[in-house]
Each structure stands twice: as C-alpha cells, then as structure tokens.
C-alpha cells in the first residue's frame, strides 16, 4: 500500500508570491490534516479536511487555505508569501474516526 | 488550551545505552490522546504508538516501551540497548476527543544521538 505523497518536495519562490502544494493520502483514508514545521515554533497544526469540508482549522493567518477533492486528494495554498513562510510542510491522513495520522515526506517551501 | 512539552532538547548515548525521552501533557478533556512519532533525517513524521487516555496499560514493543502515568501527566517513551539507527527526532502529541480529533499538538521533539 503506497503512503502518503507530497508534490513537490523542495520550492523555492520570492516574497509576494502564491504557492500551492498537493497531497495524496494513503487509499481509502478521507481525512487529510496539514501541518508546518519551522525551527523555531516546531509543528504547529494547519487544517483537517474530510468530504471536501474544512472540519478544523490552526492560528494562522488567512493567507494560509486549503481544499480537498473527491478522490481526498488535498492541496494547501499560500498567498503573499512572506520571509517566515519558510517551513517543512508536512500533510497526514487517516480514516475517520481512527486517531492515528501517517505522514507524508513533506514539501520544503524556501521563501528568499 | 491543550499542550506538551518534551523539556530535553537533546539527549546523547553510546550505543547500547537504555534511554528514557520525557513527555509531560496539558489537557482539560477526559478523553484524550497520546502519541510519539519518530522523524529521521529524511523529514518524514514516523508514527509509533497511540495511547488512549483511559487506557494506562504500558506497552513494550521490541526494544521500545512506553510508560503512561495520567497521576503525573506523563507518557515516556524508553529505548533499550540504543541502536545507532533510532537516532532521530522523537515528538510527543496529544490530540483531544470528538471534534478535534485530528489535530495533534506536538511537543518541541528531542534530538537524540546514538554513538557508536
């Protein structure tokens, strides 16, 4: 059973820009969770989806969004990048109702 | 506010040392969940165990147990006889019941070395 996929795996873009980053679950898991994962604030929680429906969200500003597909594939977007964007962002899936999450390799964002 | 704090920030053993990372929680829900996860070099989180917060049963798994204590809130994670290859980052979290259920809150991982 293939794990989780995450595309792509290093991104380097400049202040101001947009970026979107993808994620492929493990088949037959619906619920999709980002996380990112910086030096100095660690991993911090960004979103949950599960039936295309954001079911819980982190303390991070609006420039920060996400969507979910039918097939549970899910993609995060960031607007306006800024300096402190930088980060190692890590997503997981699980099915629903089970409380472990596995992860998937993570995309390096580098905002210069 | 849920949170989880792994106050050893680095911990460094010779090989074949017994090693015990800390993991001290903070929750003000009944039903609650624990977890360690395992990152090496590579990025990826590696999940080990979950524990259920009525369930104080310890576990052993080869080389690695775990002690939960809910009187301290504590889940300890010890590797016996280290290897050179559990050098990584291991992270502690917690996640809550019902509607939060997947949001995991990490602790800030312990850096641990294993040497030859």
């Known amino acids: 059973k293939a794990g989780v996929t995450q595309t792509p795996r290093y991104l380097i873009k400049t202040r101001g820009q947009q970026v979107t980053l993808s994620c492929s679950p493990i088949?037959?898991?619906?619920?999709v969770s980002w996380y990112q994962q910086t030096p100095g604030q660690g991993l911090q929680f960004l979103f949950e989806?599960?039936?295309?429906?954001?079911?819980n969200k982190g303390n991070f500003p609006g420039r920060f969004s996400g969507r979910q597909f039918s097939n549970s594939r899910s993609e995060m977007n960031v607007s306006t990048l800024e300096l402190g964007d930088s980060a190692l962002y890590l997503c997981?899936?699980?099915?629903?109702?089970?409380?472990?999450?596995?992860f998937g390799p993570g995309t390096r964002l580098t905002v210069l | 506010a849920q949170k989880v704090t792994q106050a050893q920030t680095e911990i460094s053993v010779v090989e074949k040392e017994d090693v015990t990372l800390d993991c001290v929680y903070e929750t003000r829900d009944t039903t609650y969940y624990l977890f360690w996860y395992k990152q090496p070099p590579s990025g990826e989180l590696v999940f080990l165990i979950r524990?259920?917060?009525?369930?104080?049963q310890n576990e052993i798994s080869g080389r690695y147990s775990w002690n939960f204590q809910k009187s301290t809130s504590s889940f300890n994670f010890t590797i016996t006889a280290s290897q050179v290859v559990d050098s990584a980052v291991y992270f502690c979290a917690l996640s809550e019941g019902g509607q939060g259920a997947q949001k995991l809150v990490f602790g800030q991982g312990t850096r641990l070395t294993i040497n030859p």
């Open positions: 524990r259920n917060s009525f369930d104080e």
């Open positions: 997981a899936s699980s099915r629903r109702g089970d409380r472990e999450q596995f």
């Open positions: 088949s037959g898991h619906r619920s």
């Open positions: 989806y599960f039936s295309e429906t954001q079911r």
